[in-house]
């Protein structure tokens, strides 16, 4: 199986401020490489599929980058309807697998 | 609008059974293929199984496999999940998923509550 590191497990961040998050994945996945968006009691939504295709009504502040094995997701400008968990996704080979999760606050 | 809708989801004691429903909207169904997601209690998000789009291919992570099993109704435009021989492991939420168009999981039902205890 294809394991995902993200890193970092949670972060604290100020309105406006530029964040982060960096997806590690064991094996190479090429761009095969899924970001989601979870808020609390609710479902996941996708933000960015294929590394960096960002989902139709996802505002322009996300982005996603990479490629093979080191990927990132990009928020240029925290808002506060930002805080959430996000968790990055494979989707190269099964089991399809996500990482841990990344709680930014 | 694609809607998933779960179903199916109580508390049950190990070693039972417990079937899931998933009744679908807004998309041709027999056109797109399904999967299963769970989430534990403050874990992180599980793929568990997914169906082709013509029922004829399913996959299942290792630990459900012979355990769990995936079918769908056309005719009801519902995926199911019977879910046997449940361990305390199993208890999560339960998301159906509609897969989008680059292998991603696109369109996510609310969940529906498994709590296996005894």
């Known amino acids: 199986d294809i394991q995902l590191t993200q890193s970092p497990s949670s972060l604290s961040a100020s309105i406006g401020d530029k964040v982060t998050i960096a997806c590690r994945t064991s094996?190479?996945?090429?761009?095969?490489l899924n970001w989601y968006q979870q808020k609390p009691g609710k479902a996941p939504k996708l933000l960015i599929s294929l590394a960096s295709n960002l989902q139709s009504g996802v505002p322009s502040r996300f982005s996603g980058s990479g490629w093979g094995t080191e990927f990132t997701l990009t928020i240029s400008s925290l808002q506060p309807e930002d805080i959430a968990t996000y968790s990055c996704?494979?989707?190269?080979?099964?089991?399809?697998?996500f990482g841990q999760g990344t709680n930014v606050e | 609008q694609v809607q998933l809708m779960e179903s199916g989801g109580d508390v049950v004691r190990p070693e039972k059974s417990l079937r899931l429903s998933c009744e679908t909207s807004g998309f041709r169904f027999n056109s797109y293929v399904l999967h299963w997601v769970r989430q534990a209690p403050g874990k992180g998000l599980e793929w568990v199984t997914f169906i082709s789009a013509d029922g004829t291919s399913k996959q299942y992570t290792d630990s459900v496999k012979g355990r769990f099993t995936i079918s769908r109704d056309i005719s009801k435009n519902t995926v199911y999940l019977q879910m046997d021989s449940l361990r305390s492991e199993d208890t999560a939420v339960y998301f159906c998923v509609r897969e989008g168009t680059h292998y991603d999981f696109e369109y996510w039902g609310q969940g529906t509550l498994v709590s296996v205890s005894s």
């Open positions: 996704q494979q989707s190269y080979s099964l089991p399809w697998t």
């Open positions: 094996h190479s996945v090429n761009n095969y």
